[in-house]
T-cell receptor, first 114, second 115 residues
Framework: NAGVTQTPKFQVLKTGQSMTLQCAQD?????MSWYRQDPGMGLRLIHY???????DQGEVPNGYNVSRSTTEDFPLRLLSAAPSQTSVYFC?????????????FGPGTRLTVT | AQKVTQAQTEISVVEKEDVTLDCVYETRDTTYYLFWYKQPPSGELVFLIRRNSFDEQNEISGRYSWNFQKSTSSFNFTITASQVVDSAVYFCALSEAGSNYKLTFGKGTLLTVNP
């Protein structure tokens, strides 16, 4: 059981470039979420998914796209990177059955946009 | 809207001291869940505890204890006899019942335990 995996661990982008942060989980969890962590700001929800084919916006969705074609994968796309998107990105998953169980977090991707 | 406030940005203690991390929350929901996560210097997020709004019993796990008081909307975390390995950022978080995929986090408290 690998849990929640994220790739890459580190990435440097130039302003305007696009990229996809990958997230996968092998726990058959229905729910998956993306957060960003900025210094002094805690973690803020970007997008979430309650199942394959269903996604919705969180608190800070601008500049990001998501899709969920399978239960296992939940990629986060940056369409045109901006310096304001420099952050650490965490993917998380949790099961629907318990309703309010803990979220399992991936190790994070540290993104720098220059 | 939900809100979690961790007023202590940084705390520094000497090993073996007890330390309490404060967490105050706001929500209109009658059923909700509160969480604490630890983020050590390595960066991963480690789940510590979950508490639902109907269970106000305090909980103790080894050197860790949690005090949930609905009357003051607080969910404080105490480390007894702190150790250097407790040095980390600690986050308090809140979710509506059934919506644990949408956590609202506090800004975190950086705890430094000095030898």
């Amino acid at each position: 059981n690998a849990g929640v995996t994220q790739t890459p661990k580190f990435q440097v982008l130039k302003t305007g470039q696009s990229m996809t942060l990958q997230c996968a989980q092998d726990m058959n969890h229905e729910y998956m979420s993306w957060y960003r962590q900025d210094p002094g700001m805690g973690l803020r929800l970007i997008h979430y998914s309650v199942g394959a084919g269903i996604t919705d916006q969180g608190e800070v969705p601008n500049g990001y796209n998501v899709s969920r074609s399978t239960t296992e994968d939940f990629p986060l796309r940056l369409l045109s990177a901006a310096p304001s998107q420099t952050s650490v990105y965490f993917c998380a998953s949790t099961q629907r059955r318990s309703g309010s169980g803990e979220q399992y977090f991936g190790p994070g991707t540290r993104l720098t946009v220059t | 809207a939900q809100k979690v406030t961790q007023a202590q940005t940084e705390i520094s203690v000497v090993e073996k001291e007890d330390v309490t991390l404060d967490c105050v929350y706001e929500t209109r929901d009658t059923t909700y869940y509160l969480f604490w996560y630890k983020q050590p210097p390595s960066g991963e997020l480690v789940f510590l505890i979950r508490r639902n709004s109907f269970d106000e019993q305090n909980e103790i796990s080894g050197r860790y204890s949690w005090n949930f008081q609905k009357s003051t909307s607080s969910f404080n975390f105490t480390i007894t006899a702190s150790q250097v390995v407790d040095s980390a950022v600690y986050f308090c978080a809140l979710s509506e019942a059934g919506s644990n995929y949408k956590l609202t986090f506090g800004k975190g408290t950086l705890l430094t335990v000095n030898p």
